[in-house]
């Protein structure tokens, strides 16, 4: 698609590009604000020229303060998923906010009040080093098979290695892979080649809100 025909398009809000030949897509323009690559990590501004993009890799970029609730890994349907998991990919910058929504998937008891909200906090320093603080609040609602408690699990995006987390005044484990992380109960891990700190709480009441401070 031409260049040309693009620009009608434009917004402030979606990112868009036009492709030259082959993987390399010619450029990219993105609206105001800091953007990160999903596929590699990297944060750009403004305009990005030759991004490499395989047929099989769509360009996507996450703006810098986005709060992304995701289900588990390894998920394959919404019927199958682990209720008592819940993951979000944070992208702090600043202060962000987002209310999950909840109900039974199934029937139209939503529409008789039957569901679930809960808000996230994300407070993190525009520039330098500072802590990020993640705060979840209570699930306020009830809808039939509810989860009464489940695992949180954060995958925050920033160039800095924390010092510690800790969550409502503890510090949990940091541990020394990926691996390690996925076979306990509760901690943290810092991948060196991304800077992606990946957090794994302890199961929590969805009654009850928590706080998990990252510590610079």
């Known amino acids: 698609m031409a260049l040309r025909s693009l620009a009608s398009r ?17 450029f990219v323009w993105l609206p105001k604000g800091t953007w990160t690559d999903y596929w590699t990590g990297r944060t750009y501004q403004g305009t990005v020229n030759g991004y490499h993009a395989p047929l099989d890799t769509l360009p996507l970029f996450v703006k810098g303060g986005s709060i992304v609730p995701m289900w588990p890994k390894g998920t394959t349907s919404w019927q199958t998923r682990d209720r008592g998991e819940l993951d979000y990919d944070l992208y702090p910058q600043g202060t962000s906010t987002y209310t999950l929504y909840e109900d039974d998937g199934v029937t139209r008891k939503f529409t008789e009040g ?3 909200t809960q808000q996230v906090r994300v407070q993190a320093p525009t520039h330098g080093r500072a ?9 306020v609602g009830r809808y039939e098979g509810k989860p009464a408690a489940r ?5 925050v995006h920033g160039k800095d290695a924390p010092s510690q987390v800790v969550m409502n ?18 901690g943290w891990y810092t991948d060196p080649a991304t800077g992606i700190t990946e957090i794994r709480t302890p199961s929590v009441s969805t009654g009850r809100g928590f706080t998990v401070e990252l510590r610079q």
Request: net charge positive.
């Open 10 to 26: 434009r917004s402030r809000s979606t990112a868009w590009w036009y492709a030259e030949s082959g993987d390399v897509r010619g």
């Open 114 to 116: 039957a569901s679930a």
């Open 131 to 139: 802590s990020t603080t993640i705060k979840v609040g209570a699930s």
């Open 151 to 155: 695992t949180y699990r954060f995958t």
């Open 169 to 186: 005044g503890s510090r949990l484990q940091r541990l020394n892979s990926a691996t390690a992380l996925a076979s306990t109960e509760s």
